[in-house]
């Protein structure tokens, strides 16, 4: 139990709730905030009060910005690309764009496929996926290499099957700097699968 009264027992515990937090980081993340009140926990309260107001789910694609259609799907560079990427999650959505991938647009799925968790196809954007298909030549599956990940992926190509658009999924195998002793053979026997042409 922390010292300080109830309301900074709540905020050590629902800081705990964050990913990368357990309660000992939450802990000191907020006895730093309590330390630094005047820079930190006032600005950072009004930054969450405005972002509480402004932040909605755009209504093309799943992304989340404080517009709708987002920022991405608004831009007119993206309006002709040929091409979707299909991600599980908006946290995979951000990661594509640091990465640069170029004026592509994207469709947030909200998860992947788990019957032994009640996640069907009815729960995550899947529909919303199928009808917006048409309008591209390419969907890229950009989900995780996981069972539920994979099992999604063969879901949607079955349901895509029939449309005239090409179907293709990230490649897995050796990541970039890795050195082949510390992979593990599925990851390994994938890359050499997947091996291209020099």
């Known amino acids: 139990m922390a ?16 990913p990368g937090l357990g309660p000992r980081s939450a802990r000191r993340a907020v006895l730093q905030l309590i330390k630094k009140k005047d820079q930190l926990m006032i600005p ?19 992304n989340v910005d404080t517009r ?19 991600v599980e999650d908006v946290a995979d959505l951000w990661a594509l764009e640091r990465a640069g991938v170029g004026a592509v647009r994207y469709h947030v799925l909200g998860g992947v496929l788990s019957p032994l ?9 899947i529909d919303g996926l199928i009808a917006r298909a048409p309008e591209f030549a390419e969907i890229v599956l950009a989900v995780n290499a996981t069972v539920e990940g994979q099992t999604t992926a063969h879901y949607i190509t079955d349901r895509l099957a029939g449309l005239n ?4 999924r ?3 195998g050796v990541p970039v700097g890795g ?3 510390y992979l593990d053979e599925g990851t390994l026997s994938q890359a050499l699968r997947a091996r291209t042409h020099i």
């Open 3 to 18: 010292n300080g009264g109830p309301e900074i027992e709540q905020l050590i515990q629902l800081m705990a709730r964050l």
């Open 44 to 62: 950072l309260s009004a930054a969450l009060d405005r972002a509480v107001a402004a932040v909605c789910t755009c209504e093309v694609c799943g």
């Open 68 to 86: 709708s259609p987002c920022s991405i799907c608004a831009d007119p560079r993206r309006a002709e690309s040929g091409m979707l990427i299909v």
């Open 117 to 125: 968790d009640g996640v069907g196809p009815d729960d995550i954007a």
């Open 165 to 168: 658009l090409t179907i293709t």
């Open 170 to 172: 990230l490649a897995h």
């Open 179 to 181: 050195e082949l002793d």
